[in-house]
């Protein structure tokens, strides 16, 4: 499609405008919405990794207090990848990128109360 520009575009531009943009504007969708996933999916690597890294630098054993809200985190991370997964089977972007911001303000707030 070749675009140009005069004086009064006419109503077929415009729709060739709209047409572009919607094309391009999905494209970016679908890339954030990959993103997203990924950028969950290493919330969940390090939300399980944690305890690990803490017992490792750590004088005493580690109790369930301590793990609790680390494995919360990676509990709401899971499940929130799972909702994306089988968003992503019916292309629904901005619900995956939706998700994925409900999944990360859910772990801040998991953080915040345990004052992690």
């Known amino acids: 499609m070749f675009l140009y520009y005069s004086a009064f575009p006419s109503r077929i ?8 943009m919607k094309t391009f504007f999905i494209k970016n969708e679908k890339y954030i919405s990959r993103i997203s996933i990924f950028a969950v999916f290493l919330g969940l690597i390090r939300s399980l990794s944690e305890p690990f890294r803490l017992q490792y630098y750590s004088t005493i054993p580690l109790g369930f207090e301590q793990v609790k809200p ?3 985190g990676a509990l709401v991370a899971a499940i929130g990848l799972l909702l994306m997964t089988i968003l992503s089977f019916y292309n ?3 619900f995956i990128i939706f998700m994925a911001a409900l ?3 859910l772990m801040m707030l998991i953080k915040f109360e345990y004052r992690i």
């Open 13 to 20: 531009h415009i729709i060739e405008k709209d047409i572009i």
């Open 70 to 72: 680390f494995l919360l």
């Open 92 to 94: 629904r972007d901005r």
């Open 103 to 105: 999944t990360i303000i």
